[in-house]
């Protein structure tokens, strides 16, 4: 029977490597993914190096893992890099000079391959591994949003428009994952000392304004549960779509906005028609 198995992608620093830790004192199996190496050899693991904007590379990581193990539990979907380009900084008045193709690098990363490991996860998670000793086909998703998610910020708009696309797209398949044996929430860290930000931009923080890597992994405790994951029922136990912040020492939920008299356009049996159709209109794509 093979141990609680897990993937976390942004293993190798910041809120990735934390986390990778504290499912290793649970007892799991961790496949750490990064583009850089591991800073130390941690028992229990297994790194490989994979750029997650890649589907080829994502795609063999969890065919690795689920080869290996024989189940996936849960993933933490949590890689992410800052601002690659910039608007309106770069303009420069000159007609001769209009501006390049722009580097979206971060929306390839921070949106885009998280879509992939959403939907690579859903697949390996709902495969047969009773062999492996999981009792039900099933498990949970973390997504690392950030609290650029939840409010607007001019430094880095790109990362902040991507953190923003995660809530939504969490939001949004939270209620149809649960379906199919799967919980999928999204954290919001506030300030937290990683190595994203700049040299030296930590700095220019008081201590007491740093969020405790220790909140952000009760954050994912709260969501996941993971005392619970060898119980018949975790994969069914929690919510899903659903958006936890963590600054400082507290824990604060962010339920999705509800909608104005005006914009109730759409009810329930609409919103159910509408979901069939898109549906049904995928699969015909396939």
Excluded at 15 to 21: M, R
Excluded at 226 to 234: A, C, G, N, R, T
Aim: glycine share 8%.
């Amino acid at each position: 029977m093979a141990p609680s198995t897990a993937i976390v992608t942004g293993a190798c620093s910041g809120i990735g490597l934390a986390l990778t830790k504290h499912l290793l004192a649970l007892g799991w199996h961790v496949f750490m993914a990064d583009v850089n190496s591991p800073p130390e050899q941690l028992d229990n693991t297994t790194f490989i190096r994979a750029d997650i904007s890649s589907w080829t590379e994502q795609a063999a990581l969890f065919k690795q893992a689920y080869d290996a193990q024989g189940r996936l539990d849960f993933c933490g979907l949590n890689a992410g890099i800052s601002d690659r380009d910039d608007i309106f900084n770069n303009i420069t008045f000159d007609p001769s000079k209009p501006p390049q193709e722009p580097n979206l690098k971060t929306i390839d990363v921070n949106f885009t391959g998280q879509y992939y490991g959403i939907k690579l996860a859903a697949h390996y998670m709902n495969l047969d591994s009773s062999a492996a000793g999981k009792k039900r086909v099933g498990g949970k998703i973390a997504v690392t949003s950030s609290g650029n998610g939840l409010f607007p910020i001019s430094a880095v708009p790109i990362y902040c428009a991507t953190k923003h696309a995660l809530v939504g797209l969490v939001r949004s398949l939270g209620p149809i994952s649960q379906a199919k044996n799967i919980c999928i929430n999204a954290i919001a860290p506030a300030m937290v000392a990683t190595n994203l930000p700049e040299p030296g931009f930590l700095e220019l923080f008081p201590p007491e304004q740093i969020t405790p890597m220790s909140t952000i992994m009760r954050c994912f405790d709260l969501i996941s549960q993971f005392e619970d994951v060898e119980k018949e029922d975790w994969v069914k136990k929690g919510k899903s779509g659903e958006l936890v912040e963590g600054n400082l020492k507290e824990l604060i939920w962010h339920p999705s906005p509800e909608r104005s008299a005006q914009s109730e356009y759409l009810n329930e049996d609409g919103m159910k028609v509408w979901t069939e159709t898109y549906a049904k209109k995928l699969a015909e794509t396939r």
